[in-house]
């Protein structure tokens, strides 16, 4: 008895969904004329691709570019005109997911034509490091077009990672090039880079360790971060930090309420101007028919 009510009630439950989502269809299917896009929409669209856009009078085509969102119909900006005026609602779901690339991949593989050119690519690294996102992406797909990385690559990733705090692929990556990568050397840029992002972190017994590693390596330390690196190091104090690592309680640290509020600084310019992740600037977003 139990059983058969169980089974009753989800066949009910299917039923409803069903109807449900059929309605949804329905109502979707039958937009209203006037469909405006979204402004989120229209501000990441080129303005001779809005143009088009805008011109037709397919509703329906509106409301699934509005439905797609911002992320994916700015590859419109790279399609062609033929692309452009061809754009309807039986075809725009194909086109912009599965044919036009994404923004940055395009702008990187065909208007910079970095190919396998590893300069091209350091210069394209160069071009983002205030984006950590898009760096990485960047990086990946240096990566997966063929570019083994050189050492100045690894300093420019060194430093967008150290903006904003990502310690755990800094020490992989710094690990990387000094203890597995046959090729390539860190050099003494490497090591202020390093230097400098922990003096970033606000992280002073990091700074008092990476000291003395290049003392011992006879590496010269940046004149411009030997000031800074000095007063971490005096204001950090090993048993008071032991002690607060190892949960034996009393009072925070002041050097480690600094190094957490400089922690959540960082990691804050992650999400810092959300817009310049979706794509690269109008201008840079040349067709290559």
């Known amino acids: 008895m139990i059983r058969k009510q169980a089974f009753s009630l989800l066949r009910n439950s299917n039923k409803l969904i069903f109807n449900t989502h059929n309605s949804q269809i329905a109502t979707y299917a039958t937009a209203a004329k006037g469909a405006e896009l979204d402004e989120l929409v229209r501000k990441v669209l080129k303005p001779e691709v809005l143009k088009v856009i805008e011109g037709k009078t397919d509703s329906l085509l509106i409301k699934k570019l509005n439905f797609l969102g911002r992320y994916l119909v700015c590859r419109l900006n790279v399609a062609n005109q033929l692309i452009l005026n061809s754009l309807s609602q039986e075809n725009c779901f194909r086109i912009i997911v599965n044919e036009l690339p994404d923004c940055w991949e395009y702008y990187w593989k065909k208007v910079k034509d970095n190919g396998k050119d590893a300069a091209k690519w350091l210069e394209s690294l160069n071009e983002v490091k ?160």
């Open 130 to 289: 205030d984006l950590p996102l898009i760096a990485d992406r960047c990086w990946r797909t240096m990566l997966l077009s063929g570019v083994y990385p050189t050492t100045e690559h690894y300093n420019v990733l060194f430093e967008v990672l150290g903006n904003t705090n990502e310690n755990f692929f800094i020490h992989d990556m710094y690990d990387d090039l000094k203890r597995r990568n046959p090729y390539q050397n860190p050099d003494a840029k490497t090591f202020n880079t390093v230097l400098a992002n922990y003096i970033n972190h606000q992280d002073g017994q990091r700074v008092q360790l990476q000291l003395d590693y290049m003392r011992s390596k006879k590496i010269a330390v940046d004149p411009s971060l030997e000031g800074p690196a000095k007063e971490l190091v005096g204001q950090y104090d090993p048993e008071k930090g032991a002690s607060w690592a190892l949960d034996k309680g009393g009072v925070k640290p002041e050097f480690e309420v600094r190094k957490e509020t400089a922690y959540e600084k960082n990691q804050a310019k992650i999400m810092d101007s959300l817009e310049k992740y979706i794509q690269p600037e109008f201008s840079k977003l040349v067709v290559k028919d």
